[in-house]
């Protein structure tokens, strides 16, 4: 189990959907960055079940609390611990999961890992982990734009097989942009067209994948560690510690794969004062550091695995068995992952930011 | 700058190109683990340059010696350390790089991080920094073949829009087959018709990239620790890590983002005396813990900076400059890829090993 | 800011004496280890102020809450998370220390690091912070005793220049003969003595330091990691991390300085099954590894800093300026030392056990 | 085996005694520092054997090279390696070891970890491991003082029961003035007692301990990380990490245990153009963090265990069994210790700097 991320900018989330609270532990964070339970609210909100008919119809308040690290709006400097209270809190039923092992769950991974018996740990690989994600990740956030200007917006471009057009003006877009349809995709009609695939995916009983693409903005250039912790390194473990996250490619991605030096390299311009580049194909990021241009990313997540579908699968003595779908679920889930991904890049955003301080 | 890498089995690579030796330690490897100088330049030899007349034509030698954790040809399980003597060794030459940032290069992000005037760290974005993974990383090979009977395959599955076909048969393909060709493409069709796009290419003083696609085999159940070390975010970084790296994706990758849940679900069934799934779209992972299937990934390469054309770009202080292209390039880096892929993955098997083995 | 210790056992302990709650996360404990809220209450009651009339008289409940990590009172092998709510919470009271800084105080050394204004992390120099360490050192207990049968007792050895005799039967020493008097110094006689000494010390407005001896029984030989990791770095490390500690010595400690080897060596001898010492001059541990024997360190604490008596300083500006005493103090921290140190005992031990059953 | 040591300046030693070559990787240095071989060969040559007729005969040349990470006589801010050849290179001789354990040796501890067989680790317990630690921690000095002028002196204070006066100008002592004796007290009649000492216990065939000072000085106010990385604490984890160390202390150390807080604290007064502190009972560090006067410290180091008379003792099966001396040893390492004491003191006070300077 390593809850633990971040070298100097440390987060350790903490808590089981069963249990009594989720949350996280941030250290590191400078002293005096305005920080109150209100402003990190707003991401929970985003990131919480039940915000359309189409999504988990759970809805449980998730209010943070700050128990520790901040005095009158502030912060110290201190550890900031978030805590949000399961108030749907119900124990753990593994009555059926010990008959079957869910197909593409983490069921069977948990049980081979820790041992036959076990329902140990298979709590932290719910979604409701990433709650302390979002708590401290907006912490991180704030840290960003107070000190440096800096944010973080993500939105959805892909679901199933609609795409998105590409965004022209990612350094103006903004969160209210996405959030006007739900599906959080920026583009109105993209956004209907999504709307009526996760409707039809939701009344068949199944599930769907999808892409969130993020963009950072106005990030210094000179952030990222070389060697190891190359600045897309961390973010590429950064997103694909998300649940359900399949891929994940910054730039021109895994399209520059076909591209000629020629075509893919960004000529350098003088743009106000600094040095920029024409084009961005880079995606902010070269010799893995940030060079002042957007940073811009993809995560790739699956469909969820929980379907409400009858599957013919086996049991953990590998006998034949039909799993019947057992209550409601989430066809897409890829909405609500938007704002964990700007939680996990803004920390790995902080944590770089506080590397270069140091130089 | 971060040239430590994994929690359990650590490695430091260390070296500049223009320095006196590159090399790694690696600590953690078990004792009694047969691992001797030979064994290591076989992988070493697959990452050289020169290797072909349409790859990089120095040919440095880049021999191998062990300085310290072995003795009678078996590890210590002490810290080994790999070193390799640059015999081609020239001071930095940084006069032309200090007028004119090279496109796509560190040189501009490099300067932002380490002060205007410093030629630091730059040795170190060089793919010479990735010989000391390669060392490293054949020596966790070995530990995963002796102790699990795992093993790790890599090959070149795209060279700029030549796809290779789906390989059926992962499972029985071997680094033979895979060095049959040079491109290191185990489809010979496919192999031959990306060694025509490669010459065409270089024949332009261009470049191109490229995807390799990698199988890691007889890896069992359990590995990978939730929730920030899940086994294919630590992949991710390892990968991303990797010079010129822009994308990476496990199992169905970016295609799940397409697919709805009841096709994306990998149904159990009984495989010889164990639990198997009767497809591989989790790539062999699920919820950041292997599940026994193969462990599949692709990496995708953007083609190399450095190109034989004159560039149009601005120098540091923002003046529109003609960049010219300096002596020789390698047009396509993809098939010198696979061992530093093979090697990275080695790597993060071999900490999850250990982590796993901690339980 | 530092807030985490461990490799394998992470604990994070956040909190300031003046915020909503103190605490700490725990990572890495196995599943299936009995933790209940009442077991951690017990040191915690130990650590709590105002046992006596001659500590401090604060008298908070210090009642402790698991917010994760158990369920039916079994560790789930997740982060177990554990809130103290500060019931006496005030707002920081910075206008006396802004004027001048407390002598042998962190007020000087905190503003010099974290800026002149800023009341940053003071909170973090309280005494109120090792409660954290006391939840989660317990739960580290607890898994040490189910485990291997390994169980840690402290006492108080020295208040000032009295030092109790050295106890005979260090391997049946108790908790309940440690407590039975109040300064927690089993030898009774000494104990009346040290509580004299406190009260003469108490009512000329004064502090007076003390030794801590514990010892840990029943360790299994093998625990410790060669080369910086050594068990007896990483105690030392823990016990001079808890406020007010100046010195660490194990086994003969700074006596042995003074010894020959053939006076030192501890002689090999066949003990019930394994081989043991004649004698303990090494306090249990050979070359950074415990050999079996208990393991016995002592810890020097200084007196407390804040005393009843008007001091003669000078002010942040260098100006010379009374200091006159606030409020009342406690004495003697000494006694309540000890869960503390019992604590931090407890997390390396815990440590170095995951770090070996990796092997 | 942990072979790395550091957060933000990280040095990995590597080596063993009958192996090819000892030495370290040092990461995190900034770049520009003037680092030359010769500047490191003088603290090798003071930690070197047979210095002196009464020390280790062995007289290796211990001559290092350097790998990586400097260029022009400074350093690149890449990683350094440093590499000493073992010229005496033997094949292990476990022979008599496997017979029986050498009495407070790591032999019995070690095969106790690493399982009954394996040799495996027991070079690294060797003195020899401690020229990694020279060549890093030289490498760190020369950072200190050139980006702070702090500088870093240690001593020999006492040797058996012969205790050195206190060194009235601690500020004023130079590394020459402690080398005029090769026993390395600076105070010349101790020194001579030393000698006379040495020489005695040595024509005994016996060994002896003794304790080395420590001053550094010119350290900014400010460095040290709360809660775990206190600098004490470090200090305390370096210190007990060098073999043979049984205790330390910082300041007044085991004395403030006897003291009143009214004696003990030290009372701030105007310092040229500073803040400091009349007496100095903290050595330097309040609160875990530096204040700006010199840290002072401690290490009290235990008589080598191997000695040259016979030991009757226990083999491994638990027999009485005499061990009979073989070859040569050093009655008094003490003197030796004094460059190791030195190196890890500046590793750790190299981390603190840079945790500081990204403030």
């Keep these: 189990m390593s809850s633990t991320f971040g070298n100097f900018l440390k987060v350790t989330t903490f808590g089981e959907s069963h249990g009594g609270a989720v949350g996280a532990v941030i250290d590191g964070l400078p002293a005096n960055i305005p920080l109150t339970e209100g402003k990190i609210q707003i991401q929970l909100n985003r990131r919480r079940p039940g915000q359309s008919d189409i999504t988990t119809p759970r809805s449980e308040a998730d209010t943070v609390k700050i128990l520790s690290g901040t005095e009158n709006g502030l912060t110290l400097g201190t550890p900031v611990t978030f805590v949000v209270e399961n108030l749907d809190q119900r124990p753990g039923d593994y009555s059926s ?50 000190k440096f200007g800096a944010d973080i917006v993500a939105f959805v471009s892909s679901v199933g097989s609609i795409t998105a057009p590409i965004i022209d003006d990612l350094e103006g877009l903004t969160r209210e942009a996405v959030d ?141 068995t039909i799993l019947k779908p057992t209550g409601r679920h989430d066809p897409c889930v890829v909405p609500r992952a938007v704002p964990v991904v700007e939680a996990m890049a803004a920390l790995v955003l902080g944590d770089m930011a506080l590397g270069q301080m140091g130089r």
Aim: aromatic letters at 6%; a neutral charge.
């Design 97 to 146: 999961a010990a008959a079957a092992p869910r197909p593409s769950h983490a069921d069977y991974t948990y049980t081979m890992k820790y041992g036959i018996t076990a329902s140990s740990g298979g709590g932290r690989a719910s979604a409701r982990e990433t709650i302390g994600r979002v708590t401290a990740g907006s912490a991180a956030e704030i840290f960003l734009l107070e």
């Design 180 to 320: 006007k349809h739900f599906v959080r995709c920026p583009d109105q009609k993209s956004a209907e067209a999504m709307e009526r695939l996760i409707r039809e995916v939701k009344s068949d009983g199944d599930s769907i994948g999808g892409i969130v693409t993020c963009v950072c903005r106005n990030v210094p250039a000179g952030w990222g560690e070389p060697v190891f912790d190359k600045l897309e390194a961390l973010l590429a473990q950064a997103m694909m510690s998300i649940p359900a996250a399949k891929g994940f490619e910054v730039g021109a991605g895994f399209a520059s794969a076909a591209m000629r030096g020629s075509e893919h390299n960004d000529i350098f311009v003088a743009k106000d004062g600094r040095l920029g580049t024409a084009t961005n194909r880079s995606g902010g990021i070269q010799g893995g550091i940030s060079n002042g241009e957007p940073i811009i990313f993809r995560v790739a997540f699956k469909p969820t695995a929980t379907i409400g579908k009858e599957q013919v699968t086996a049991d953990y003595i590998g006998n034949e």
